[in-house]
Protein backbone atom coordinates (compact mmCIF):
# COMPACT_ATOMS: atom_id res chain seq x y z
CA UNK A 1 0.00 0.00 0.00
CA UNK A 2 1.41 3.35 -0.85
CA UNK A 3 2.14 6.51 1.55
CA UNK A 4 -0.76 8.36 0.52
CA UNK A 5 -3.65 6.15 1.94
CA UNK A 6 -1.34 6.18 5.50
CA UNK A 7 -1.43 9.55 5.11
CA UNK A 8 -4.85 9.86 4.41
CA UNK A 9 -5.72 7.89 7.07
CA UNK A 10 -3.59 8.72 9.93
CA UNK A 11 -5.17 12.66 8.81
CA UNK A 12 -8.62 11.05 9.11
CA UNK A 13 -7.59 9.62 12.79
CA UNK A 14 -6.51 13.39 13.41
CA UNK A 15 -9.58 14.58 12.92
CA UNK A 16 -11.51 11.94 15.08
CA UNK A 17 -9.46 12.25 17.99
CA UNK A 18 -8.64 16.04 18.24
CA UNK A 19 -12.30 15.89 18.54
CA UNK A 20 -12.59 13.20 20.94
CA UNK A 21 -10.21 15.05 22.81
CA UNK A 22 -12.08 18.46 23.34
CA UNK A 23 -15.21 16.56 24.18
CA UNK A 24 -14.00 14.09 26.35
CA UNK A 25 -13.81 16.44 29.50
CA UNK A 26 -17.13 18.53 28.44
CA UNK A 27 -19.05 15.87 27.98
CA UNK A 28 -18.75 14.49 31.97
CA UNK A 29 -19.00 18.53 33.18
CA UNK A 30 -22.32 19.03 30.51
CA UNK A 31 -23.86 15.51 30.21
CA UNK A 32 -22.83 13.59 33.43
CA UNK A 33 -22.87 16.51 35.63
CA UNK A 34 -19.51 16.40 36.81
CA UNK A 35 -17.19 18.95 37.89
CA UNK A 36 -13.52 19.94 36.65
CA UNK A 37 -12.17 17.01 38.84
CA UNK A 38 -13.89 14.08 37.54
CA UNK A 39 -13.44 15.56 33.68
CA UNK A 40 -9.37 15.95 34.66
CA UNK A 41 -9.91 11.94 35.56
CA UNK A 42 -11.66 11.13 32.06
CA UNK A 43 -8.38 12.47 30.64
CA UNK A 44 -6.60 11.49 32.79
CA UNK A 45 -7.93 6.90 32.57
CA UNK A 46 -7.91 7.69 28.79
CA UNK A 47 -4.21 8.55 29.02
CA UNK A 48 -3.92 5.70 31.38
CA UNK A 49 -5.22 3.65 28.67
CA UNK A 50 -2.76 5.04 26.26
CA UNK A 51 -0.03 3.96 28.97
CA UNK A 52 -0.61 0.37 28.49
CA UNK A 53 -1.03 0.42 25.14
CA UNK A 54 2.20 1.90 24.71
CA UNK A 55 3.93 -0.28 27.24
CA UNK A 56 2.23 -3.44 25.10
CA UNK A 57 3.26 -1.66 21.71
CA UNK A 58 7.24 -1.61 22.97
CA UNK A 59 6.42 -5.42 23.34
CA UNK A 60 4.53 -6.56 20.03
CA UNK A 61 6.28 -3.76 17.45
CA UNK A 62 9.25 -5.36 17.07
CA UNK A 63 7.49 -8.85 16.24
CA UNK A 64 5.05 -8.46 14.53
CA UNK A 65 5.29 -8.89 10.54
CA UNK A 66 2.26 -6.47 9.18
CA UNK A 67 1.93 -3.54 10.92
CA UNK A 68 -1.02 -2.51 8.52
CA UNK A 69 -3.39 -5.29 10.50
CA UNK A 70 -2.41 -3.62 13.77
CA UNK A 71 -3.87 -0.23 12.77
CA UNK A 72 -6.91 -0.87 11.09
CA UNK A 73 -7.84 -3.29 14.11
CA UNK A 74 -6.93 -0.40 16.41
CA UNK A 75 -9.04 2.01 14.36
CA UNK A 76 -11.78 -0.25 13.99
CA UNK A 77 -12.37 -1.26 17.73
CA UNK A 78 -11.75 2.47 18.37
CA UNK A 79 -14.69 3.66 15.86
CA UNK A 80 -16.72 0.80 18.10
CA UNK A 81 -15.71 2.38 21.66
CA UNK A 82 -16.69 6.17 20.57
CA UNK A 83 -19.67 5.45 20.12
CA UNK A 84 -20.69 3.31 22.88
CA UNK A 85 -19.63 6.09 25.22
CA UNK A 86 -22.38 8.63 23.66
CA UNK A 87 -24.64 6.23 25.19
CA UNK A 88 -23.66 6.42 28.66
CA UNK A 89 -25.17 7.32 31.94
CA UNK A 90 -23.00 6.10 33.90
CA UNK A 91 -19.62 7.90 35.10
CA UNK A 92 -18.16 4.77 36.16
CA UNK A 93 -18.57 3.12 32.68
CA UNK A 94 -17.66 6.26 30.84
CA UNK A 95 -14.48 6.32 33.00
CA UNK A 96 -13.85 2.03 32.09
CA UNK A 97 -14.10 2.92 28.15
CA UNK A 98 -11.89 6.04 28.16
CA UNK A 99 -9.66 3.10 29.65
CA UNK A 100 -10.19 1.26 26.72
CA UNK A 101 -10.35 3.52 23.83
CA UNK A 102 -7.12 4.94 25.31
CA UNK A 103 -5.18 1.41 24.97
CA UNK A 104 -6.49 0.72 21.55
CA UNK A 105 -5.64 3.84 20.12
CA UNK A 106 -2.02 3.82 21.31
CA UNK A 107 -0.58 1.47 19.36
CA UNK A 108 -1.17 2.92 15.99
CA UNK A 109 1.45 6.32 15.89
CA UNK A 110 4.24 3.75 17.03
CA UNK A 111 3.64 1.74 14.69
CA UNK A 112 3.63 4.00 11.84
CA UNK A 113 6.84 5.46 12.72
CA UNK A 114 8.36 2.40 13.19
CA UNK A 115 7.50 1.37 9.84
CA UNK A 116 8.96 4.32 8.51
CA UNK A 117 12.19 3.70 10.17
CA UNK A 118 12.44 0.36 8.98
CA UNK A 119 12.43 1.24 5.15
CA UNK A 120 14.38 3.96 4.53
CA UNK A 121 18.07 6.11 5.20
CA UNK A 122 17.59 8.73 8.18
CA UNK A 123 16.81 11.43 5.84
CA UNK A 124 13.80 9.41 4.45
CA UNK A 125 12.53 8.89 8.30
CA UNK A 126 12.64 12.54 9.01
CA UNK A 127 10.87 14.00 6.47
CA UNK A 128 7.91 10.48 6.26
CA UNK A 129 7.38 11.38 9.97
CA UNK A 130 6.99 14.59 9.64
CA UNK A 131 4.36 14.22 6.65
CA UNK A 132 2.51 11.66 8.82
CA UNK A 133 2.47 13.84 11.60
CA UNK A 134 1.82 16.73 9.12
CA UNK A 135 -1.29 14.96 7.75
CA UNK A 136 -2.43 14.25 11.30
CA UNK A 137 -1.92 18.17 12.32
CA UNK A 138 -4.51 19.27 9.12
CA UNK A 139 -6.77 16.89 9.82
CA UNK A 140 -6.94 17.89 13.07
CA UNK A 141 -7.53 21.49 12.28
CA UNK A 142 -10.12 20.19 9.76
CA UNK A 143 -11.73 17.96 12.33
CA UNK A 144 -12.04 20.86 14.75
CA UNK A 145 -12.97 23.67 12.21
CA UNK A 146 -15.99 21.26 11.09
CA UNK A 147 -17.40 20.30 14.85
CA UNK A 148 -17.16 23.91 15.36
CA UNK A 149 -19.64 24.59 12.14
CA UNK A 150 -21.68 21.90 12.82
CA UNK A 151 -22.46 23.02 16.61
CA UNK A 152 -23.12 26.65 14.77
CA UNK A 153 -25.19 25.58 12.41
CA UNK A 154 -27.43 23.35 14.15
CA UNK A 155 -29.37 25.22 16.35
CA UNK A 156 -32.29 22.66 16.96
CA UNK A 157 -30.28 20.66 19.45
CA UNK A 158 -29.35 21.00 22.88
CA UNK A 159 -25.55 20.67 24.43
CA UNK A 160 -25.85 17.47 25.23
CA UNK A 161 -26.96 16.19 21.82
CA UNK A 162 -24.30 18.32 20.07
CA UNK A 163 -21.66 16.41 21.74
CA UNK A 164 -23.14 13.16 21.29
CA UNK A 165 -23.14 14.37 17.31
CA UNK A 166 -19.57 14.82 17.95
CA UNK A 167 -18.94 11.64 19.24
CA UNK A 168 -21.05 10.21 16.22
CA UNK A 169 -18.62 12.02 13.72
CA UNK A 170 -15.22 11.15 15.35
CA UNK A 171 -16.41 7.43 14.99
CA UNK A 172 -17.48 7.75 11.74
CA UNK A 173 -13.92 9.37 11.13
CA UNK A 174 -11.76 6.09 12.47
CA UNK A 175 -13.84 3.65 10.49
CA UNK A 176 -12.85 5.72 7.35
CA UNK A 177 -9.14 5.34 9.15
CA UNK A 178 -9.71 2.18 9.67
CA UNK A 179 -11.10 0.57 5.62
CA UNK A 180 -7.93 3.00 4.11
CA UNK A 181 -5.18 0.67 6.17
CA UNK A 182 -7.13 -2.48 4.91
CA UNK A 183 -4.22 -4.62 3.01
CA UNK A 184 -5.76 -7.27 0.86
CA UNK A 185 -4.69 -11.11 2.25
CA UNK A 186 -3.11 -8.86 5.26
CA UNK A 187 -5.57 -11.00 7.36
CA UNK A 188 -5.86 -14.80 7.97
CA UNK A 189 -7.39 -16.45 11.48
CA UNK A 190 -6.92 -19.97 11.33
CA UNK A 191 -8.50 -21.58 14.51
CA UNK A 192 -6.75 -25.24 15.81
CA UNK A 193 -8.49 -26.39 18.99
CA UNK A 194 -6.37 -28.86 20.23
CA UNK A 195 -4.61 -28.99 23.87
CA UNK A 196 -0.47 -27.87 22.31
CA UNK A 197 -2.19 -24.50 20.47
CA UNK A 198 -3.66 -24.13 24.20
CA UNK A 199 -0.61 -24.62 25.95
CA UNK A 200 1.85 -22.72 23.61
CA UNK A 201 -1.00 -19.31 23.70
CA UNK A 202 -0.66 -19.47 27.61
CA UNK A 203 2.89 -19.91 27.69
CA UNK A 204 2.73 -16.85 25.10
CA UNK A 205 0.40 -14.75 27.02
CA UNK A 206 2.61 -15.61 30.33
CA UNK A 207 5.90 -14.05 28.59
CA UNK A 208 4.30 -11.15 27.46
CA UNK A 209 3.36 -10.29 30.94
CA UNK A 210 6.69 -10.74 32.20
CA UNK A 211 8.07 -8.60 29.22
CA UNK A 212 5.54 -6.25 30.33
CA UNK A 213 6.60 -5.63 33.76
CA UNK A 214 10.55 -5.55 32.30
CA UNK A 215 9.53 -2.37 30.08
CA UNK A 216 8.49 -0.61 32.75
CA UNK A 217 11.55 -1.24 34.95
CA UNK A 218 13.32 1.93 33.82
CA UNK A 219 16.13 0.01 35.46
CA UNK A 220 16.68 -1.91 32.30
CA UNK A 221 17.69 1.13 30.47
CA UNK A 222 20.79 2.32 29.46
CA UNK A 223 21.36 6.07 31.58
CA UNK A 224 20.97 8.01 28.60
CA UNK A 225 17.77 6.47 28.17
CA UNK A 226 16.58 6.94 31.82
CA UNK A 227 17.48 10.43 32.03
CA UNK A 228 15.97 11.16 28.80
CA UNK A 229 12.74 9.54 30.22
CA UNK A 230 12.49 11.13 33.31
CA UNK A 231 12.67 14.42 30.94
CA UNK A 232 10.13 13.58 28.92
CA UNK A 233 8.07 12.87 31.93
CA UNK A 234 8.38 15.66 33.63
CA UNK A 235 7.74 18.29 30.73
CA UNK A 236 5.22 16.52 29.94
CA UNK A 237 3.70 16.25 33.30
CA UNK A 238 3.88 20.19 33.38
CA UNK A 239 2.35 20.81 30.63
CA UNK A 240 -0.66 18.74 31.16
CA UNK A 241 -1.31 19.90 34.31
CA UNK A 242 -3.07 22.94 31.92
CA UNK A 243 -3.68 21.02 29.35
CA UNK A 244 -6.30 18.47 30.66
CA UNK A 245 -8.31 21.11 32.04
CA UNK A 246 -7.73 23.74 29.69
CA UNK A 247 -11.53 23.46 27.96
CA UNK A 248 -13.18 23.25 31.61
CA UNK A 249 -10.98 26.27 32.57
CA UNK A 250 -12.24 28.17 29.59
CA UNK A 251 -16.07 27.23 30.12
CA UNK A 252 -15.70 27.99 33.90
CA UNK A 253 -14.17 30.85 34.37
CA UNK A 254 -14.78 32.73 30.86
CA UNK A 255 -18.16 31.41 30.03
CA UNK A 256 -17.04 30.15 26.73
CA UNK A 257 -19.41 28.66 24.50
CA UNK A 258 -18.40 25.03 22.87
CA UNK A 259 -18.30 26.69 19.31
CA UNK A 260 -15.49 29.24 19.99
CA UNK A 261 -13.59 26.19 22.24
CA UNK A 262 -13.66 24.83 18.72
CA UNK A 263 -12.54 27.09 16.70
CA UNK A 264 -10.04 28.01 19.62
CA UNK A 265 -8.35 24.47 18.99
CA UNK A 266 -8.33 24.69 15.42
CA UNK A 267 -6.78 28.03 15.76
CA UNK A 268 -3.82 25.68 18.19
CA UNK A 269 -3.80 22.70 15.34
CA UNK A 270 -3.93 25.23 12.35
CA UNK A 271 -0.55 27.00 14.11
CA UNK A 272 0.99 23.77 14.15
CA UNK A 273 -0.02 22.56 10.64
CA UNK A 274 2.66 25.73 9.99
CA UNK A 275 4.72 24.45 12.03
CA UNK A 276 5.31 21.06 10.51
CA UNK A 277 5.04 22.10 7.34
CA UNK A 278 8.60 24.31 8.57
CA UNK A 279 9.65 21.17 10.48
CA UNK A 280 9.74 19.36 7.25
CA UNK A 281 12.03 21.90 5.63
CA UNK A 282 14.57 20.96 8.10
CA UNK A 283 17.33 18.05 6.68
CA UNK A 284 19.47 18.15 9.62
CA UNK A 285 19.16 16.99 13.38
CA UNK A 286 21.49 20.07 14.11
CA UNK A 287 18.79 22.21 15.89
CA UNK A 288 17.07 19.70 17.55
CA UNK A 289 18.27 19.85 21.08
CA UNK A 290 17.88 23.74 20.98
CA UNK A 291 14.25 23.18 19.87
CA UNK A 292 13.25 20.91 22.43
CA UNK A 293 15.21 22.86 25.58
CA UNK A 294 13.73 26.25 24.08
CA UNK A 295 10.15 25.18 23.68
CA UNK A 296 9.99 23.91 26.71
CA UNK A 297 11.50 27.05 28.52
CA UNK A 298 9.00 29.54 26.63
CA UNK A 299 6.23 27.30 27.24
CA UNK A 300 7.24 27.60 30.99
CA UNK A 301 6.74 31.18 31.23
CA UNK A 302 3.77 31.57 29.14
CA UNK A 303 2.27 29.22 31.83
CA UNK A 304 3.32 31.36 34.67
CA UNK A 305 2.70 34.52 33.51
CA UNK A 306 -1.13 33.09 32.56
CA UNK A 307 -1.12 31.97 36.40
CA UNK A 308 -0.10 35.41 37.23
CA UNK A 309 -3.12 37.35 35.40
CA UNK A 310 -5.49 35.09 36.63
CA UNK A 311 -5.29 36.37 39.96
CA UNK A 312 -4.77 40.08 39.26
CA UNK A 313 -7.49 39.66 36.17
CA UNK A 314 -5.12 41.88 33.59
CA UNK A 315 -7.31 43.40 31.32
CA UNK A 316 -6.16 42.09 28.61
CA UNK A 317 -5.87 38.66 30.28
CA UNK A 318 -8.45 36.65 27.85
CA UNK A 319 -6.68 37.56 24.66
CA UNK A 320 -3.45 36.81 26.17
CA UNK A 321 -4.45 33.13 26.53
CA UNK A 322 -5.64 32.92 23.54
CA UNK A 323 -2.93 34.31 21.62
CA UNK A 324 -0.72 31.62 23.95
CA UNK A 325 -2.77 28.65 23.32
CA UNK A 326 -2.04 28.91 19.61
CA UNK A 327 1.63 29.67 20.12
CA UNK A 328 1.40 26.30 22.06
CA UNK A 329 0.14 25.11 18.86
CA UNK A 330 2.48 26.46 16.73
CA UNK A 331 5.70 24.64 18.80
CA UNK A 332 4.41 21.45 19.29
CA UNK A 333 6.05 19.56 16.19
CA UNK A 334 9.35 21.98 17.24
CA UNK A 335 9.12 19.68 20.60
CA UNK A 336 7.87 16.50 19.19
CA UNK A 337 9.44 15.96 16.38
CA UNK A 338 12.98 16.84 17.50
CA UNK A 339 11.97 14.44 20.74
CA UNK A 340 11.27 11.43 18.34
CA UNK A 341 14.35 11.34 16.57
CA UNK A 342 16.17 11.75 19.26
CA UNK A 343 14.56 8.80 20.85
CA UNK A 344 15.53 6.59 17.51
CA UNK A 345 18.99 8.11 17.33
CA UNK A 346 19.86 7.12 20.79
CA UNK A 347 19.10 3.18 20.35
CA UNK A 348 19.80 0.55 18.03
CA UNK A 349 18.00 -0.20 15.60
CA UNK A 350 16.79 -3.80 16.17
CA UNK A 351 15.16 -2.03 19.58
CA UNK A 352 13.57 1.04 18.15
CA UNK A 353 10.22 -0.10 19.05
CA UNK A 354 10.66 -0.81 22.70
CA UNK A 355 12.22 2.80 22.82
CA UNK A 356 9.15 4.12 20.74
CA UNK A 357 7.03 2.33 23.48
CA UNK A 358 9.07 3.51 26.58
CA UNK A 359 8.72 6.94 25.14
CA UNK A 360 5.04 7.10 24.40
CA UNK A 361 4.61 5.42 27.73
CA UNK A 362 6.59 8.25 29.74
CA UNK A 363 4.67 10.59 28.10
CA UNK A 364 1.27 8.86 28.77
CA UNK A 365 2.25 7.96 32.37
CA UNK A 366 2.80 12.09 32.75
CA UNK A 367 -0.91 12.61 30.93
CA UNK A 368 -2.30 10.36 33.91
CA UNK A 369 -0.65 11.62 36.89
CA UNK A 370 -1.40 15.47 36.14
CA UNK A 371 -4.75 14.84 34.70
CA UNK A 372 -5.77 13.25 38.55
CA UNK A 373 -3.78 16.22 40.19
CA UNK A 374 -4.87 18.98 38.05
CA UNK A 375 -8.40 18.43 38.53
CA UNK A 376 -7.87 18.48 42.45
CA UNK A 377 -5.58 21.62 42.22
CA UNK A 378 -7.90 23.45 40.47
CA UNK A 379 -10.77 22.29 42.48
CA UNK A 380 -9.06 23.07 45.52
CA UNK A 381 -6.53 25.42 45.11
CA UNK A 382 -7.61 27.05 42.21
CA UNK A 383 -6.58 27.69 38.87
CA UNK A 384 -3.77 29.92 39.71
CA UNK A 385 -2.14 27.42 41.16
CA UNK A 386 -2.31 24.65 38.13
CA UNK A 387 -0.73 27.14 35.65
CA UNK A 388 2.25 28.00 37.93
CA UNK A 389 3.16 24.75 39.08
CA UNK A 390 2.74 23.49 35.30
CA UNK A 391 5.23 26.27 34.25
CA UNK A 392 7.76 25.67 36.78
CA UNK A 393 7.73 22.23 35.96
CA UNK A 394 8.38 22.91 32.13
CA UNK A 395 11.51 25.03 32.96
CA UNK A 396 12.94 22.71 35.67
CA UNK A 397 11.97 20.04 32.67
CA UNK A 398 14.09 22.23 30.60
CA UNK A 399 16.96 22.25 32.81
CA UNK A 400 17.07 18.29 32.87
CA UNK A 401 17.37 18.24 29.37
CA UNK A 402 20.45 20.19 28.52
CA UNK A 403 21.89 17.67 31.46
CA UNK A 404 20.95 15.20 29.17
CA UNK A 405 22.23 16.89 26.13
CA UNK A 406 25.57 17.93 27.50
Known amino acids: MGFKKWFISFALQGASISLFNIVISLYVVVALRGNVQSASIAVALFSFGNLLG ?69 GFVRRQINNLNLFNSVGSTFGMLFGSFVLTIVKSLNDILKLKMIFFIASILLLLSSFLTIERGALKVKVIPNLRTTKILFLKVANFASEFFKVVDLRNLPRNMRLITMAVFMAFFGANLVFSIFTVFLKEVFK ?28 TTKYDRLFIRYVLFLRGMLFILIGIFVVFKIDFMKVFIYLSFVFFGFTWPFLYIPLTLEITNLTPHKERGKALGIFNMSINFAVILASFVAGFIALHLGYFATFIIGGTLLVLGERLFSRVFS
Open 54 to 122: SISASIILDRIKRISVLIYTSFFLASFIIVLMAFVKSIFIYYLFSIILGNVISFTGPAMTLHLSKIGDE
Open 256 to 283: VSSQLIFLLYSANSFAGNIAFFLTGKLR
